[in-house]
Nanobody
Framework: QVQLVESGGGLVQAGGSLRLSCAAS????????MGWFRQAPGKEREFVAA????????RYADSVKGRFTISRDNAKNTVYLQMNSLEPEDTAVYYC???????????WGQGTQVTVSS
């Protein structure tokens, strides 16, 4: 079982940047594909980005392509989400999870709040 702790959220103006981190426990972290998801108030949780465990291939939701970058450092058991050109529509609680494809299959952490002001 991988336990996950997200951090790095905050309040930023539109056009700004943030980098989120997801720290994972467990020796087998490097064997898992990882993903980022977000949930805005009144909306369902949605897929944002994913990265494979093997060759670090990546996938993105259309809404964040070209603005967000997912990466991982297996030595640090950490997955990152670099978010640039943030928009008010990106405001949400962001979560990371183990994924199969773009489907979350693990246990959610507490998430980290991202608020983008216009």
């Amino acid at each position: 079982q991988v336990q996950l702790v997200e951090s790095g959220g905050g309040l930023v103006q539109a056009g700004g940047s943030l980098r989120l981190s997801c720290a994972a426990s467990g020796r087998t972290f490097s064997r898992y594909a990882m993903g980022w998801f977000r949930q805005a108030p009144g909306k369902e949780r949605e897929f944002v980005a994913a990265i494979s465990w093997s060759d670090s291939s990546t996938r993105y939701a259309d809404s964040v392509k070209g603005r967000f970058t997912i990466s991982r450092d297996n030595a640090k058991n950490t997955v990152y989400l670099q978010m640039n050109s943030l928009e008010p529509e990106d405001t949400a609680v962001y979560y990371c999870d183990v994924v199969v494809g773009t489907r979350p299959v693990g246990s959610w952490g507490q998430g980290t709040q991202v608020t983008v002001s216009s």
